[in-house]
C-alpha cells in the first residue's frame, strides 16, 4: 500500500532554516508528482510547493518563492522541502501528498490521492 512518511519538522526562530523530508513507498514514485501542502489552525490546506516526476518542473505559492525549494531523490524515493529564512506565518502542520497522473492543478489539495501523517513546523519569533 502507498506511505509517504514525513519527518524534519520542529521548532525554529524567526529567520531559520529546516528541511523536511517525505519518503513515499508502495508506487513508482519516480512516476508521481509530488506536492508539500501545509494548514494552520483555522485556516484551509494551502499548497506550498510542487515536483514532477523527473524534478524538471517545479511549483512556488508567491509567498514561498525565493526561501523554500522543493526536490526529489528518486533513487531513494524522498521528496524534500528547504525552507530558508522562515516567518511565523509559515507555522503550520506540513503535509507530503503524491498523485500518479496529476490533472488538477498543482496546488489543488484534491488533485492529490495519497498523503502522509504531517509533520508540524513553528516559528517563533
Known amino acids: 500500500r502507498v506511505q509517504l512518511v514525513e519527518s524534519g519538522g520542529g521548532s525554529v526562530q524567526v529567520g531559520g532554516s529546516l528541511r523536511l523530508s517525505c519518503a513515499g513507498s508502495?508506487?513508482?514514485?519516480?512516476?508521481?508528482?509530488m506536492g508539500w501542502f501545509r494548514q494552520a489552525p483555522g485556516k484551509e490546506r494551502e499548497g506550498v510547493a510542487a515536483?514532477?516526476?523527473?524534478?524538471?518542473?517545479?511549483y512556488y505559492t508567491d509567498s514561498v518563492k525565493g526561501r523554500f525549494t522543493i526536490s526529489r531523490d528518486n533513487a531513494k524515493s524522498t521528496v524534500y522541502l528547504q525552507m530558508n529564512s522562515l516567518k511565523p506565518e509559515d507555522t503550520a502542520v506540513y503535509y507530503c501528498?503524491?498523485?500518479?497522473?496529476?490533472?488538477?492543478?498543482?496546488?489543488?489539495?484534491?488533485?492529490?490521492?495519497?498523503w502522509g501523517q504531517g509533520t508540524q513546523v513553528t516559528v517563533s519569533s
Open positions: 508502495g508506487y513508482t514514485f519516480s512516476s508521481a508528482t
Open positions: 501528498a503524491a498523485v500518479l497522473r496529476r490533472s488538477g492543478e498543482w496546488n489543488v489539495w484534491t488533485s492529490y490521492g495519497y
Open positions: 515536483i514532477s516526476g523527473g524534478g524538471a518542473k517545479s
